[in-house]
C-alpha cells in the first residue's frame, strides 16, 4: 500500500517496512512472548495490503468556507488533512469523497457543526454513513440526508448529544463465506465489529479447525459479540452458550441466528465475570431464568477477551474444561494468562492474525487442550 500521509498521519505507523518485513516483524514479537509455551512456528495469517478496512471515522476539520477530513498527525500533537485513505475498502472509498463534496455544497444543513463522519461496510457493497453532529438536528437536515442516501446508495444516520436520527436502518447486512457455508451477519452502527473482513474470516476457520479436532460436547463462548465466531462454530457442538455484556450485541446475535437459521445457540447477556459466578453457583441471575446450566456438557470454550485480558476466575472456570480457544487482541496479556491455564492445559496450536497492517497492533490465537 502506498498512501500520500504516511509519516504525517497518525494512522499508520509501519509505513517504513514493506508489508512482508511488517507480518515478519509481528511473528517474532508474537513468537518471542509465546515461546515459554509453544516451540513451533506459529501459523502467520496475512492481510490484503490495501483496501482491508470495513470501518473507520475521520475528524472534519473546518477551514474557511471548505471543511476535510483529518486525522490525528503522527506526533500526536494535533490532526492533518487528509485526501486520500487506501486502507479503508472499497465500498467506502466510493462514497467518501462524493459524500465531502456533497457536504461543502450544503454550508447551513449537512456541513454546519459536523465534526466527525463514520463508515461501516460490508464485502457485499452495503454502507452506514453516520454524522456526527455539535446541534440539535432537525427535518431540513432529515431531508437532505435521505437525498444522500439515493445520491450515495447507501443508509445515513445522525448523531448529536442525546439524539439520533435513523433515516432506514441502523445496520449494514455483511455475508461471509466460511468453510464452505455463507453466513449473514446484521452489524449495527453502535456494535462491535471485526475491521478487516479478510482476515476475520481466516480468524474464524482457523477456530473452526481447532473446533473439528474435539468434535464432541457442548460449547461455551464468553465475549460473543454479535456472534461473530458463535455462529460458524455451532455446526460443531452439540449445545452452545455464549455470553456478551452488551445489550445490542445480544439483540444482533439473536437476529443473526435467526438469518442463519441456527437454533442451538442459547445468547444470554452476562459479563464474563458474571458467567463465572453463574456457572459456578455463585450467584443466580435472572437474566437466565429459564436456562438449566447443568444441562450443558462443556467440552470446548472459546473467550475473546478486551486488551485486558481475563480474570482470574474467569481463569479458573475455564481451566476445568478440556479444550480452549483464546483469541487475543494484546499478545502479553494473552502470555500473561497462559502462565495459568498452561499449568492444567497444553498450547497445541498457535496462530498470529495481521487485523490492523501498517500498525504494531496483531490479533493472536491459542488452542490448549487439557493435559
Known amino acids: 500500500m502506498r498512501c500520500k500521509h504516511f509519516g504525517t498521519c497518525g494512522s499508520c505507523n509501519l509505513f517504513s517496512l514493506s508489508y512482508e518485513a ?19 512456528e506459529l501459523k502467520r495469517f496475512d492481510s490484503p495490503s490495501s483496501h482491508y478496512r470495513a470501518r473507520a471515522e475521520f475528524r472534519i476539520w473546518h477551514e474557511g468556507d471548505r471543511c476535510d477530513y483529518a486525522m490525528g498527525n503522527a506526533t500526536k500533537d494535533g490532526a492533518i488533512n487528509i485526501e486520500e485513505c487506501p486502507k479503508v475498502i472499497e465500498p467506502i472509498v466510493k462514497r467518501m469523497w462524493a459524500l465531502l463534496e456533497k457536504i461543502n455544497a450544503s454550508p447551513e444543513v449537512l456541513k454546519k457543526r459536523l465534526f466527525a463522519v463514520e463508515f461501516l461496510a460490508t464485502t457485499t457493497d452495503e454502507c452506514l454513513i453516520t454524522m456526527l453532529y455539535h446541534r440539535k438536528l432537525d427535518d431540513t437536515w432529515s431531508a437532505e440526508a435521505k437525498l444522500l442516501e439515493h445520491a450515495l446508495e447507501c443508509k445515513v444516520m445522525g448523531r448529536s448529544r442525546k439524539q439520533k436520527v435513523i433515516l432506514s436502518d441502523e445496520f449494514v447486512t455483511e ?43 457442548d460449547f461455551l463462548e464468553s465475549y460473543c459479540g454479535l456472534g461473530n465466531f458463535t455462529l460458524p462454530l455451532s455446526h460443531y457442538f452439540d449445545k452452545v452458550l455464549a455470553t456478551e455484556i452488551s445489550k445490542r450485541s445480544i439483540h444482533a446475535a439473536l437476529e443473526n441466528c435467526t438469518l442463519n437459521d441456527i437454533d442451538n445457540i442459547t445468547f444470554t447477556r452476562l459479563s464474563s465475570e458474571e458467567m463465572t459466578e453463574a456457572l459456578n453457583g455463585v450467584r443466580a441471575f435472572e437474566r437466565l431464568k429459564g436456562i438449566e446450566l447443568k444441562a450443558y456438557d462443556f467440552s470446548t470454550v472459546l473467550v475473546d477477551p478486551p486488551r485486558a485480558g481475563l480474570d482470574e476466575d474467569t481463569i479458573k472456570l475455564i481451566s476445568q474444561i478440556e479444550n480452549i480457544i483464546y483469541i487475543s487482541c494484546n499478545p502479553k496479556t494473552l502470555a500473561r494468562d497462559l502462565k495459568t491455564l498452561t499449568q492444567t492445559h497444553k498450547v497445541a496450536q498457535a496462530a498470529m492474525f495481521d487485523q490492523f497492517p501498517y500498525t504494531e497492533h496483531v490479533e493472536s490465537g491459542v488452542f490448549l487442550r487439557k493435559i
Open 175 to 217: 455475508k461471509l463465506d466460511i468453510d464452505g457455508k455463507t453466513f449473514t451477519y446484521m452489524q449495527y452502527e453502535s456494535g462491535f465489529t471485526q475491521p478487516n473482513p479478510a482476515v476475520n474470516v481466516k480468524m474464524i476457520e482457523w477456530a473452526i479447525a481447532q473446533a473439528k479436532k474435539v468434535g464432541y460436547g
Open 22 to 40: 511488517q507480518l515478519e516483524q509481528k511473528q517474532t514479537y508474537v513468537s518471542e512472548l509465546l515461546a515459554p509455551f509453544f516451540s513451533r
